[in-house]
Antibody, heavy 120, light 107 residues
Framework: QVQLQESGPGLLKPSETLSLICAVS??????????WNWFRQPPGKGLEWVGH???????NVNPSLKSRVTMSLDTSKNQYSLSLSSVTAADTAVYYC????????????WGPGALVTVSS | AIQMTQSPSSLSASVGDRVTITCRAS??????LGWYQQKPGKAPKLLTY???SLQNGVPSRFSASGSGTDFTLTISSLRPEDFATYYC?????????FGQGTRVEIK
C-alpha cells in the first residue's frame, strides 16, 4: 500500500525558510514510472499547484513561487523535500504531497497534509 | 497561465439527485483534465483523469466528459458521502491550475 506523509515545522516567522519532507512508503521515489508533486491550500481557500520533481531530479515549479522554491529527492531515505524561502503570511497553508503516474499524470496517492502557519 | 473557470461555486442538492459540475479552460487543453473530491480536513481524492477515465475504486455514479475547453463531472445519483467540494485540475500546461471549487451541500 502506497503511503505519503508530510512533515514540517508547523509554525514559522516571516522571512524564514519553510522546509517540508514527504516520506514515501510502498513505492520508490526513484521509480521511473512516477514523479512527485507538491500542492498547497490556504485555510478556507482553493488548491494551488506548487511544483514537482522527477526521479532524474528535474523540477517544474509554479512561476508564482519559482524564485523561492527548491525541491529535491533523497533516494536513500525514500523521501522528497520542498524548501520555500522568505515566507510571508500568504504562505500559510496546508501543504500536500502527491504521487503522479507518468503515463497519464494521475495524482493518485496523497499525503494527509501538513499545516504551516507563518506568523510573527 | 491557463485559467479554469468552474461552475457553480456551490449547489444544494438532495440524496438521489443528479448533479453536474462544469469546468471551462481559457484555452484548448485537449483531454488533460482531472476531477478531485475533497472533504473537510482531508486531502483531495482523485476521481477521474484524462477527462473521462475513472480512477480505480471510484463508484460508477461518477462520470466525466468533455474535451478542448469544456468539461463536466456528473454524479448520477447523489449519496450522503458525496457531499464535499469538487475541483478540476488541468495538467496540459505549466503551471498546472485548478478550478476554484464547487461545494456540494445538502438541501
Amino acid at each position: 500500500q502506497v503511503q505519503l506523509q508530510e512533515s514540517g515545522p508547523g509554525l514559522l516567522k516571516p522571512s524564514e525558510t519553510l522546509s517540508l519532507i514527504c516520506a514515501v512508503s510502498g513505492d520508490s521515489v526513484s521509480s521511473g514510472r512516477y514523479y512527485w508533486n507538491w500542492f498547497r491550500q490556504p485555510p478556507g481557500k482553493g488548491l494551488e499547484w506548487v511544483g514537482h520533481i522527477f526521479y532524474s531530479g528535474t523540477t517544474n515549479v509554479n512561476p508564482s513561487l519559482k524564485s523561492r522554491v527548491t525541491m529535491s529527492l533523497d533516494t536513500s531515505k525514500n523521501q522528497y523535500s520542498l524548501s520555500l524561502s522568505s515566507v510571508t503570511a500568504a504562505d500559510t497553508a496546508v501543504y500536500y504531497c502527491a504521487r503522479v503516474t507518468i503515463s497519464n499524470d494521475r495524482n493518485d496517492y496523497w499525503g494527509p497534509g501538513a499545516l504551516v502557519t507563518v506568523s510573527s | 497561465a491557463i485559467q479554469m473557470t468552474q461552475s457553480p461555486s456551490s449547489l444544494s442538492a438532495s440524496v438521489g439527485d443528479r448533479v453536474t459540475i462544469t469546468c471551462r479552460a481559457s484555452l484548448d487543453i485537449r483531454d488533460d483534465l482531472g476531477w478531485y473530491q475533497q472533504k473537510p480536513g482531508k486531502a483531495p481524492k482523485l476521481l477521474t483523469y484524462s477527462t473521462f477515465s475513472l480512477q480505480n475504486g471510484v463508484p460508477s455514479r461518477f462520470s466525466a466528459s468533455g474535451s478542448g475547453t469544456d468539461f463536466t463531472l456528473t454524479i448520477s445519483s447523489l449519496r450522503p458521502e458525496d457531499f464535499a467540494t469538487y475541483y478540476c485540475l488541468q495538467d496540459y500546461d505549466y503551471p498546472w491550475t485548478f478550478g476554484q471549487g464547487t461545494r456540494v451541500e445538502i438541501k
